[in-house]
């Protein structure tokens, strides 16, 4: 069941403009790339300047709970669980997605 949820929280979050994912090997975490994203400014004027705003932007604008990957020695990446159903996989990523679109900049 991890692997399927594995693989497709990787595939969601491949297929966002600016974000990649390479595929976990171990736990249940997948950690993407959201270096396109910096520079990017919110509707509310935020401009995402770190993995540290842009986990914050997903947390308060799309209403997905992200990990800045900067503690983890991984700057300009975010840490995501796929420990829950798939459901809200597709949910959390298809709202950060949604934020996504609606970026400028």
């Known amino acids: 069941a991890f692997q399927e949820r594995r693989n497709l929280m990787v ?3 491949d297929a ?15 950690f993407a790339n959201v270096k ?4 990017k400014v919110t509707t509310s004027g935020v401009t995402l300047s ?12 799309a209403r997905a709970a992200t990990v800045a990957g900067s503690p983890f020695g991984a700057p300009g990446y975010v840490r995501l ?4 159903a798939e459901a809200d996989i597709r949910a959390g ?5 949604e ?5 400028s900049g």
């Open 11 to 13: 595939s969601l979050l």
């Open 16 to 30: 966002l403009p600016g974000v990649s994912c390479r595929t976990p090997e171990g736990a249940f975490y997948a």
């Open 36 to 39: 396109g994203l910096l520079g």
């Open 50 to 61: 770190s993995d540290d705003a842009i986990a914050s932007a997903f947390l308060t604008e």
């Open 81 to 84: 669980s796929y420990a829950c």
């Open 93 to 97: 990523v298809g709202s950060i997605g």
């Open 99 to 103: 934020f996504i679109a609606s970026l």
